[in-house]
């Protein structure tokens, strides 16, 4: 049987439609009540310069975990640093090797890297959200060499809820900070820096894809509508779960106030101890 390849389709809309080639945040140094996709683009690239600003002096050999498209790997190379990169993900693999057909990648989660390569640093910018700590730490303990780092840029839970769900909560994060022995070099919460994307996506969302979702919805009722009642008798808790994403969830997520009070997105630099 063929295996169906993965798709981030969030970075596929958003790279075919807005010419975007990562979904970082970014990092915004004034605040713009008129945030624009151009504008994204600025912040994104300086985010790229405020995380290379973080490496410690001495560190050659770097592997970017969830690297996306390659966007920040490139830059890295241009900088000098040797790097390799590590992300499960296939539409994103295809692009990568595009731009970048003399890294190394490994098409696999960073869980299960198979490597017996050594880094002076471990990146993650924006995917320690996605990663099993537990295991995460183990491995980067595994990879690293000594003195070695781990630099994650990401955002986190203030407390343990329902907000944001899928991401960890900085009690957690600094569990396994400890359990794993590793000693915080720095940490800089960055809140105030990315909240424009969040009022960037609420403006896409509201002009572009919701009025998208009513078109589609209302030319298939229009046109098939006993197949349109068919499907919504016998899918109709599915349909619910869709519409309630659509336009009560994703809403919710672009809302900068609430996730000003609470989420804390943080640069931390850890040191490894051996």
């Known amino acids: 049987m063929k295996k169906h390849k993965k798709v981030d389709w969030n970075l596929k809309f958003m790279r075919d ?35 290379i600003s973080k490496i410690p002096n001495g560190v050659k050999r770097i592997l970017d975990v969830g690297c996306g498209t390659g966007e920040v790997a490139k830059r890295l190379k241009q ?17 990568f090797r595009q731009k970048l057909p003399d890294v190394k990648f490994y098409l696999s989660k960073f869980e299960d890297i198979k490597t017996e390569q050594k880094y002076d640093l471990i ?3 924006e995917s320690c959200q996605y990663l099993d700590l ?11 060499n000594n003195p070695g780092y781990i630099l994650i840029s990401d955002y986190f839970r203030k407390k343990d809820v329902k907000y944001y769900r899928t991401t960890h909560t900085k009690e957690d994060f600094f569990n396994f900070v400890k359990k794993y022995d590793f000693e915080v070099v ?13 009022i960037l996506g609420k403006k896409i969302y509201t002009k572009y894809a919701l009025p998208l979702v009513e078109i589609l919805s209302g030319y298939v009722s229009f ?40 989420m804390e997105y943080k640069i931390i630099l850890l ?3 051996h």
């Open 271 to 273: 040191k490894v101890k």
């Open 223 to 262: 046109r098939f509508p006993l197949i349109t009642k068919i499907f919504s008798f016998t899918f109709s808790k599915f349909f619910k779960k869709i519409r309630y994403y659509i336009f009560e969830h994703t809403k919710d997520k672009l809302d900068e106030k609430k996730f000003k009070e609470l």
């Open 79 to 95: 900088e000098g640093f040797e790097v390799e990169c590590v992300s499960p993900d296939d539409y994103q693999y295809e692009i």
């Open 123 to 125: 990146l993650m910018a």
């Open 134 to 144: 537990d295991k995460a730490f183990f491995k980067s303990k595994k990879l690293l």
């Open 17 to 51: 439609i807005f010419g975007l080639e990562c979904l970082h945040f970014g990092y915004w140094d004034n605040f713009k009540e008129e945030v624009n996709i151009e504008e994204l683009k600025f912040a994104q690239s300086r985010y790229i310069d405020v995380l």
């Open 186 to 198: 720095f940490e800089q919460d960055i809140t105030e820096n990315v909240l424009p994307t969040l």
